[in-house]
């Protein structure tokens, strides 16, 4: 089934993580935990409302207070106007949103939103203070959910907003911020000459990418003007321009120090505090950190949007699919910028073939925070209805799920989601691997149902830089710009040991700050050990080309005579090692390093199917998980545990997502469940172990076959614990989350 | 609001440290002490990420103010190892790749060191249960379980071995 394996020392094996001592230990600095000579604690005022113009601020109090040594508001911030930066994946976000997610300017727009923030000489003075700020509010209507925020009479947000994406340019402005569409073929024929139809309507809850580190950051500015900032986040190159645009500074002027990160899951590649740090230290002359309460993340930071997606899907009688009818609306919160409905409308049947498609997406804005990236942004929502779709045309035209999606699927060669052809991709394996997968036949108990599901994302190239470099002994230096967020310093040791032919253990990475490196995107879009893993191979090879020319010159013989074999130069029976040629740099030419660039645009999709078995208590509505097996194409798994441990840690986020998880409103506007208590994601005890099969069909454009393997696993999930719990009770599942109540009304409303 | 002084045992050594009378042991740990291993994820009782063990028993330092410390024996992440010699949980995180982000793995090593130190043979779900009060956002779980059934396996060897 998967492509005969080279012969690798070291790729697809499981060494200990570089970085995995400071870690077990807890010696390793994570944002929160970072401490600058002299530093200040800072807190920040949010708004108690939903929607409100800010009429004023007094501040006066906040400052007299003894220990308060700067409050900053909107004032303090330069207005930088509608201009683009750019941010997280690939993906330019706009100056006067990004700015107004630090601190609000004139005008409130959700519940959490910062207004005011203060240094003090401790946390307890500075909570002090922010009670003394007095903010003069007119409280204006809110709306929360989609259906509210889409109607035409809605209370629109931005008077400054105008639909986008239509035919015409309206007059008034809307909280339907964009349309995208993509439509071929003639879809509304095909469904209507289709053997089986299958229409519904699909509703999912904003939910929160939910890593377990808060934000947090230390930044220190100088009265020449430059300054530092010490964060955790999943790119300290983007927290730089976005920190510098925000302040109308060059990048230049800012250091970004990358800390460990605490998981971020997408949630992490935006700014929230380090602009307000950067001010309350200009103002205070001294380090402020500036670190979020878990309630802070919840309320003020990026969930995954909600969706209300109504679907039309129609096969012929032998199972090909004809047509299909989409239409969702996209939860995105206060301010515009809605890649997630681009890769939603572009994702959602992009890993099948459907000759005649109408795909409409909506950017719905409401007085919730912004929609953020989270793992695959947008696409869990629409697999969602594809998904379920798929499952009850299998039921209608009694044909095996998988064998219904083995129809269909794309291979290599057709056009894919992102409209060009795919190379080598893996997903028909993947369906052939979860047929045969023992979990698939395995027999079922009472009152439990299996589904299966299948979903794709497109995956990411972007650009990065790495250095590597010999020290003396012949131990190797990896320097990149990566944040290693799970395990990516192993894999970039792995390379690099690989392709030198040393033991792993010779080899260090470091990641280094916005000044010792040259720029690489964020760690997201799966990209990392793609793209940052190419430009780290790179250095390395031209590490070895200078090896050979040392090698060369050392034993005085033409340089493409020599060759690298197994960590050493080796021209006829003379061999020089790694080590030897390290120790004689000195004398034959200087220090051996090399840098490499790289922006790579020849990644590949992934694919992934699921199956769930779960269990429904027909007293209570209680859904139990039972199994859970995870089948992907992974391309080829450079450290096997980490490439494991993405399927199952996205598997069960997305598990969460449909059962438990959702941001909860109250008619005043408000978050209601803003804590681990009542925002409930797994626990250890709602887990079975998840199963993990590794389908490798490398990626010939890497040089280890590798596709990127973390924003796939979160696609599937939610179609396969809907269709298992609706294979378990005979009941279609449109609604996430699947919560007991909400099953417990489903079975009685059927009695 | 004058400070309170606070005496007591911090893995095995004695420590003093001065405290606003409503300070969280966790803040006492992190701030005071500079003991950052502890991490915060909540500060309410959710998570996890804060676990040590006073006096015998596995808590959220959040939840306990820190003058409740005073006379009394509180282990962190930092006095697990000993010297450089990792425990047998730290070692099998490490193998199982159970850590991604790593984050909440000081908390999750605490809580399974104390379960083992009082049941060296648990089952899968008695692991899980037990570990039902820390979140790990990246891993699933998954390796997490393994680790310390499979840290339990070797502790009981060693056990064996040593009788
Ligand atoms: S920080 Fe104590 S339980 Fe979360
Ligand atoms: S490893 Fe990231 S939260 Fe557990």
């Given at each position: 089934?998967?492509?005969?394996?080279?012969?690798?020392?070291?790729?697809?094996?499981?060494?200990?993580?570089?970085?995995g001592?400071?870690?077990?230990?807890?010696?390793?600095?994570?944002g929160?935990?970072?401490?600058?000579?002299?530093?200040l604690?800072?807190?920040?005022?949010?708004?108690?409302?939903?929607?409100?113009k800010?009429?004023?601020?007094?501040?006066?109090?906040?400052?007299?207070?003894?220990?308060?040594?700067?409050?900053v508001?909107?004032?303090?911030?330069?207005?930088?106007?509608?201009?683009?930066?750019?941010?997280?994946?690939?993906?330019?976000?706009?100056l006067?949103?990004?700015?107004?997610?630090?601190?609000?300017?004139?005008?409130?727009?959700?519940?959490?939103?910062?207004v005011?923030?203060?240094?003090?000489t401790?946390?307890?003075?500075?909570?002090?203070?922010?009670?003394l700020?007095?903010?003069?509010?007119?409280?204006l209507?809110?709306?929360?959910?989609?259906?509210?925020?889409?109607?035409?009479?809605?209370?629109?947000?931005?008077?400054?907003?105008?639909?986008?994406?239509?035919?015409?340019?309206?007059?008034?402005?809307?909280?339907?911020?964009?349309?995208?569409?993509?439509e071929r073929?003639?879809?509304?024929?095909?469904?209507?000459?289709?053997?089986?139809?299958?229409?519904?309507?699909?509703?999912?809850?904003?939910?929160?990418?939910?890593?377990?580190?808060?934000?947090?950051?230390?930044?220190?500015?100088?009265?020449?003007?430059?300054?530092?900032?010490?964060?955790s986040?999943?790119?300290?190159?983007?927290?730089?321009?976005?920190?510098?645009?925000?302040?109308?500074?060059?990048?230049?002027?800012?250091?970004?120090?990358?800390?460990?990160?605490?998981?971020?899951?997408?949630?992490?590649?935006?700014?929230?505090?380090?602009?307000?740090?950067?001010?309350?230290?200009?103002?205070?002359?001294?380090p402020?950190?500036?670190?979020?309460?878990?309630?802070?993340?919840?309320?003020?930071?990026?969930?995954?949007?909600?969706?209300?997606?109504?679907i039309?899907?129609?096969?012929?009688?032998?199972?090909?699919?004809?047509?299909?009818e989409?239409?969702?609306?996209?939860?995105?919160?206060?301010?515009?910028?809605?890649n997630?409905?681009?890769?939603?409308?572009?994702t959602?049947?992009?890993?099948?073939?459907?000759?005649?498609?109408?795909?409409?997406?909506?950017?719905?804005?409401?007085?919730?925070?912004?929609?953020?990236?989270?793992?695959?942004?947008?696409?869990?929502?629409?697999?969602?209805?594809?998904?379920?779709?798929?499952?009850?045309?299998?039921?209608?035209?009694?044909?095996?799920?998988i064998d219904?999606?083995?129809?269909?699927?794309?291979?290599?060669?057709?056009?894919?989601?992102?409209?060009?052809?795919?190379?080598?991709?893996g997903?028909?394996?993947?369906?052939?691997?979860?047929k045969?997968?023992?979990?698939?036949?395995?027999?079922?108990?009472?009152?439990?149902?299996?589904?299966?599901?299948?979903?794709?994302?497109?995956?990411?190239g972007?650009?990065?830089?790495?250095?590597v470099?010999?020290?003396?002994?012949?131990?190797?230096?990896?320097t990149?710009?990566?944040?290693?967020?799970?395990?990516?310093?192993?894999?970039?040791?792995?390379?690099?040991?690989?392709?030198?032919?040393?033991?792993?253990?010779?080899?260090?990475?470091?990641?280094?700050?916005?000044?010792?490196?040259?720029?690489?995107?964020?760690?997201?879009?799966s990209?990392?050990?793609?793209?940052?893993?190419?430009?780290?191979?790179?250095?390395?090879?031209?590490?070895?080309?200078i090896?050979?020319d040392?090698?060369?010159?050392?034993?005085g013989?033409?340089?493409?005579?020599?060759?690298?074999?197994?960590?050493?130069?080796?021209?006829?029976?003379?061999?020089?090692?790694?080590a030897?040629?390290?120790?004689?740099?000195?004398t034959?030419?200087?220090?051996?390093?090399?840098?490499?660039?790289?922006?790579?645009?020849?990644?590949?999709?992934?694919?992934?199917?699921?199956?769930?078995?779960?269990?429904?208590?027909?007293?209570?509505?209680?859904?139990?998980?039972?199994?859970?097996?995870?089948v992907?194409?992974?391309?080829?798994?450079?450290?096997?545990?980490?490439?494991e441990?993405q399927?199952?840690?996205?598997?069960?986020?997305?598990?969460?997502?449909?059962?438990?998880?959702?941001?909860?409103?109250?008619?005043?506007?408000?978050?209601?469940?803003?804590?681990?208590?009542?925002?409930?994601?797994?626990?250890?005890?709602?887990?079975?172990?998840?199963?993990t099969?590794?389908?490798?069909?490398?990626?010939?454009?890497?040089?280890?076959?590798?596709?990127?393997?973390?924003?796939?696993?979160?696609?599937?999930?939610?179609?396969?614990?809907?269709?298992?719990?609706?294979?378990a009770?005979?009941?279609?599942?449109?609604?996430?989350?699947?919560?007991?109540?909400?099953?417990?009304?489903?079975?009685?409303?059927?009695? | 609001m004058?400070?309170?002084?606070?005496?007591?045992?911090?893995?095995?050594?004695?420590?003093?440290?001065?405290?606003?009378p409503?300070t969280?042991?966790?803040?006492?740990?992190?701030?005071?002490?500079?003991?950052?291993?502890?991490?915060?994820g909540?500060?309410?009782?959710?998570?996890?990420?804060?676990?040590?063990?006073?006096?015998?028993?596995?808590?959220?330092?959040?939840?306990?103010?820190?003058?409740?410390?005073?006379?009394r024996?509180?282990?962190?992440?930092?006095?697990?190892?000993?010297?450089?010699?990792?425990?047998?949980?730290?070692r099998?995180?490490?193998?199982?790749?159970?850590?991604?982000c790593?984050?909440?793995?000081?908390?999750?090593?605490?809580?399974?060191?104390?379960?083992?130190?009082?049941?060296?043979?648990?089952s899968?779900?008695?692991?899980r249960?037990?570990?039902?009060?820390?979140?790990?956002?990246?891993?699933?779980?998954?390796?997490?379980?393994?680790?310390?059934?499979?840290?339990?396996?070797?502790?009981?060897?060693?056990?064996?071995?040593?009788?």
């Amino acid at each position: 089934m998967n492509a005969p394996k080279q012969n690798f020392r070291l790729v697809g094996t499981r060494p200990v993580r570089p970085d995995g001592i400071d870690k077990v230990t807890g010696k390793a600095i994570y944002g929160p935990d970072y401490v600058a000579a002299g530093m200040l604690q800072g807190a920040v005022l949010r708004s108690p409302h939903p929607h409100a113009k800010i009429r004023g601020i007094d501040t006066k109090r906040a400052e007299a207070l003894p220990g308060v040594k700067a409050v900053v508001t909107g004032a303090d911030f330069p207005q930088a106007g509608d201009k683009m930066v750019s941010g997280g994946e690939g993906g330019a976000a706009n100056l006067r949103y990004v700015t107004q997610k630090c601190m609000a300017i004139g005008k409130v727009f959700y519940e959490g939103q910062a207004v005011a923030a203060v240094a003090a000489t401790s946390r307890a003075i500075a909570d002090e203070a922010l009670k003394l700020i007095e903010v003069d509010y007119e409280v204006l209507p809110h709306v929360i959910s989609i259906e509210d925020a889409f109607r035409d009479d809605a209370p629109p947000l931005h008077d400054d907003v105008f639909t986008q994406g239509l035919a015409e340019k309206p007059e008034k402005p809307s909280n339907r911020s964009m349309r995208f569409a993509i439509e071929r073929g003639d879809a509304a024929s095909a469904i209507a000459g289709a053997a089986a139809i299958f229409s519904g309507h699909f509703t999912l809850q904003p939910v929160h990418q939910g890593y377990i580190e808060p934000h947090a950051c230390v930044a220190s500015w100088n009265a020449d003007g430059q300054g530092q900032v010490w964060c955790s986040s999943q790119g300290h190159f983007a927290i730089r321009s976005m920190t510098a645009g925000v302040l109308g500074i060059g990048v230049a002027d800012i250091r970004v120090q990358p800390l460990e990160i605490g998981g971020g899951f997408g949630g992490k590649t935006t700014i929230y505090l380090e602009p307000v740090a950067m001010l309350l230290s200009k103002k205070s002359g001294r380090p402020v950190r500036l670190a979020m309460r878990r309630d802070d993340v919840f309320r003020s930071t990026g969930p995954a949007p909600g969706a209300e997606i109504d679907i039309t899907l129609a096969a012929a009688a032998d199972g090909t699919l004809v047509g299909a009818e989409i239409e969702l609306k996209y939860h995105g919160g206060a301010f515009p910028g809605a890649n997630e409905v681009y890769s939603g409308v572009g994702t959602g049947l992009g890993h099948y073939k459907v000759p005649n498609a109408s795909i409409v997406g909506w950017n719905v804005l409401s007085n919730i925070p912004t929609m953020h990236a989270y793992r695959a942004p947008g696409a869990p929502q629409i697999n969602f209805a594809v998904e379920s779709a798929m499952d009850e045309l299998a039921h209608k035209l009694g044909i095996d799920p998988i064998d219904l999606r083995l129809k269909n699927i794309v291979r290599p060669g057709d056009i894919g989601g992102s409209g060009v052809p795919l190379g080598a991709i893996g997903y028909a394996e993947s369906l052939e691997a979860a047929k045969a997968h023992p979990h698939y036949s395995a027999l079922l108990g009472p009152n439990q149902g299996r589904g299966v599901a299948c979903g794709a994302w497109g995956n990411y190239g972007g650009a990065s830089t790495a250095a590597v470099s010999l020290g003396e002994d012949g131990s190797v230096l990896v320097t990149e710009g990566s944040p290693d967020i799970g395990g990516s310093r192993a894999s970039m040791a792995i390379m690099t040991a690989e392709t030198l032919g040393i033991p792993y253990e010779k080899v260090r990475v470091t990641i280094a700050d916005t000044s010792s490196i040259g720029f690489s995107m964020v760690t997201g879009g799966s990209r990392v050990t793609f793209a940052t893993g190419k430009a780290v191979v790179q250095a390395t090879q031209s590490v070895i080309a200078i090896l050979k020319d040392r090698a060369a010159k050392l034993l005085g013989v033409p340089a493409e005579e020599v060759e690298w074999v197994d960590g050493a130069a080796v021209h006829g029976d003379q061999s020089l090692t790694l080590a030897q040629l390290a120790a004689k740099a000195g004398t034959s030419g200087g220090p051996i390093s090399a840098e490499a660039m790289v922006d790579p645009h020849d990644w590949l999709p992934g694919f992934g199917v699921h199956i769930c078995d779960t269990e429904v208590d027909n007293e209570t509505g209680q859904v139990m998980l039972k199994r859970y097996t995870v089948v992907q194409d992974v391309g080829r798994a450079i450290h096997a545990d980490y490439v494991e441990g993405q399927m199952q840690g996205g598997a069960v986020q997305g598990i969460g997502w449909a059962l438990n998880e959702a941001y909860v409103y109250t008619g005043a506007g408000k978050l209601d469940n803003a804590g681990f208590l009542d925002y409930r994601m797994p626990v250890a005890s709602d887990m079975p172990m998840i199963d993990t099969v590794m389908v490798e069909v490398p990626n010939p454009a890497h040089p280890y076959g590798v596709k990127g393997v973390g924003e796939v696993p979160i696609v599937p999930p939610l179609a396969a614990v809907g269709n298992s719990v609706s294979a378990a009770t005979g009941l279609r599942m449109t609604e996430l989350p699947i919560t007991p109540d909400r099953v417990y009304g489903l079975l009685r409303a059927a009695e | 609001m004058s400070k309170l002084l606070v005496s007591t045992t911090v893995n095995g050594d004695p420590q003093q440290f001065l405290c606003d009378p409503d300070t969280t042991l966790l803040d006492a740990l992190r701030e005071e002490m500079g003991l950052t291993g502890s991490k915060e994820g909540c500060g309410s009782g959710d998570c996890g990420a804060c676990t040590v063990v006073l006096d015998g028993e596995m808590v959220c330092s959040c939840l306990v103010l820190a003058p409740e410390a005073e006379g009394r024996q509180i282990a962190t992440i930092e006095g697990v190892a000993e010297g450089s010699q990792l425990h047998p949980v730290q070692r099998k995180f490490l193998e199982h790749g159970a850590l991604q982000c790593g984050f909440c793995t000081p908390g999750f090593i605490m809580a399974s060191k104390a379960l083992l130190d009082r049941n060296p043979n648990p089952s899968e779900s008695e692991v899980r249960y037990w570990l039902a009060g820390n979140l790990c956002r990246c891993t699933g779980y998954d390796k997490i379980v393994r680790a310390v059934m499979d840290a339990a396996a070797e502790l009981r060897q060693d056990r064996r071995t040593a009788a």
